[in-house]
Every structure is written in C-alpha cells, then in structure tokens.
C-alpha cells in the first residue's frame, strides 16, 4: 500500500461525542452536531426544488445561469472551477449543490432544475440518460477520484488498512453511505478486498455523504476514515493528520462524469460549462487536487 503523510497539531483535549444506535447489524449511522444544520438546510432546499418543479415543470432555464448538482467529493475543486469558468465567461453565473450522487440523481428525477450533473461515478448519470432525465450525447469524464485512509490522530501509524483496522486506539472508522455515495461503495469494496468487511463493521459509522464523513474523522467522531483525497488535500484539511492510499486495484475506478440534464441540453452556458470541465484550466485544479485526469 501507498504510503503518504501529512501531519499537523489536532486540538489538545477533544472531547468525545456519543455515537447513535446501532443500525444494519453493526454498523452506526453517526450524525456530528454541526451536520444536523446543514442536513435540514438540505431538506429544506430540496423539497423547495421539488415545489418549484411542481409548480413550474415547463419553465426555461435562463441561458446565462448554470445550475450545478455535484458529487460531495467535488466540493472544494468545484469552487475552484467555477471561479475560473465565471472568470472566463464573464456572462455566465453559475450555482452550485453537493450531496452523494445517489440523492442527487433522486432530486432530478422529481424535477429539480439542474443543468449540469457531475457524478463521483459513470452509473449514476448513465441511469439518468436511461430515465430519459440526461442527454446521452453529453456524458463526459473529467476526473478520476482516490481513495485514502485519513486519520488526525498523530500517534496512529500508517502502515496498512488492516494494521489500523485492528489497531486498539481505532474505535470508529468512518465511510460514506454505501447505497447512495460511490466513495462509500468503494470503501466496502476495498475492506471486502482484503477480507476485512466482517470484521470491520462493529467499527464502521456511516456518513450521508463523503463530505459528512471527512466530517467525522476531523472532529473526532470517527478515529479514521476512508475518504476522497480530493478532501484531504483541500486548503483547510491538508496539513491536519495523515493519509495513505488504498490500492486502486481494491476498488471499481471512481470516474467523474458529467452530464447535461433534459433542461441543461438547450441552456448554451451549461454547454460552455460541460466543456470547460475538460479544458486545461480545469485540469490543473482537478491534479492539485489529486485526481487523476483523462487524455484530452
């Protein structure tokens, strides 16, 4: 295994928040504090898209605005992009939601207007184009996301997944949901690879998304956590804890693609954006952010 390092103080004294109840068998859904804001807010904005579809199925996007639904593991990069593409295309404002891809392609299907949907894998925009809410011609990978093993916890040593698995001072060890976030199937595709899935679950906590558990390992909810890299490497995580790489071969690869939705297709500046995703500019961000880029 891959080893890398990155280390930094974490905060003396941590307190310990009580983990939820056991659901799945073994397995914890954990919900840290500060996400019970945001997952209403999420709520909240989502069944607000679910009205205005219903009350306004028909309306045109407006061809200077891209609406944006994006991989959670996306977050950081995206702002990035974005302001690179505004930069670039002065006329052209963009907006933008994160959340695992799986409640992301749920929301188009009920109406949400989004122009552009940017998925952590290719199933989830392919079955989109399959429900005839995606333009086939317009699937496009940009990226290709890694997945690491972070931890804050500066006494840990990073030797193998299975070392830190079994390791006393590793009580919780977070992933994403493995139904709706692609990062949280290819962490149970890398424990089941090694024969560690049994064995791993009295430990496991689940995120609602891949954001949501970086979340956990960086307030100490969860000792450690596979997560994107993409996330460890964002300016205010990179220099907190260490990482090493789980083997690309443990898991299906995480292709990024794109994809314009039925009301994207006519929307000229989500064209403009879809193809920017592959231009240099966006290229550059998508490595420093530790993707790997397809061959333009």
Avoid at 109 to 128: H, K
Avoid at 156 to 178: G, H, M, Q
């Amino acid at each position: 295994m891959h080893r890398r390092h990155r280390s930094g103080a974490p905060p003396a004294n941590r307190p310990r928040v009580p983990l939820g109840p056991h659901n799945s068998g073994d397995v914890t859904r954990a919900t840290c504090p500060t996400s019970l804001l945001v997952k209403s807010l999420r709520f909240s904005f989502a069944a607000f898209l679910w009205f205005f579809a219903t009350l306004a199925p028909v309306a045109a996007a407006d061809p200077t605005k891209v609406s944006v639904a994006a991989a959670s593991n996306l977050v950081h990069v995206l702002a990035d992009v974005v302001a690179a593409f505004e930069k670039s295309t002065p006329d052209a404002t963009v907006t933008t939601v994160t959340g695992a891809s799986g409640s992301l392609v749920a929301q188009i299907r009920n109406g949400a207007p989004f122009d552009v949907f940017l998925s952590a894998d290719v199933d989830y925009p392919q079955a989109l184009v399959a429900s005839g809410h995606a333009a086939a011609s317009t699937l496009t990978p940009f990226a290709v996301g890694r997945l690491v093993l972070w931890t804050t916890k500066t006494d840990l040593v990073l030797e193998n997944l299975p070392a830190v698995l079994r390791s006393p001072s590793v009580r919780k060890i977070a992933i994403a949901n493995t139904d709706t976030a692609p990062y949280g199937r290819a962490a149970r595709q890398s424990l089941e690879k090694l024969g560690l899935w049994s064995e791993a679950r009295p430990k496991i906590v689940i995120g609602e998304n891949i954001t949501q558990t970086a979340q956990f390992v960086q307030t100490g909810h969860a000792d450690a956590g596979l997560v994107a890299l993409s996330l460890v490497l964002a300016p205010n995580l990179k220099d907190r804890g260490q990482w090493i790489e789980i083997p690309r071969d443990h898991y299906a690869s995480l292709d990024q693609v794109a994809v314009l939705t039925r009301r994207g297709e006519s929307n000229p500046a989500a064209r403009h954006f879809l193809a920017f995703l592959r231009s240099a500019p966006a290229r550059e961000l998508f490595l420093r952010y530790g993707y790997a880029v397809p061959t333009p």
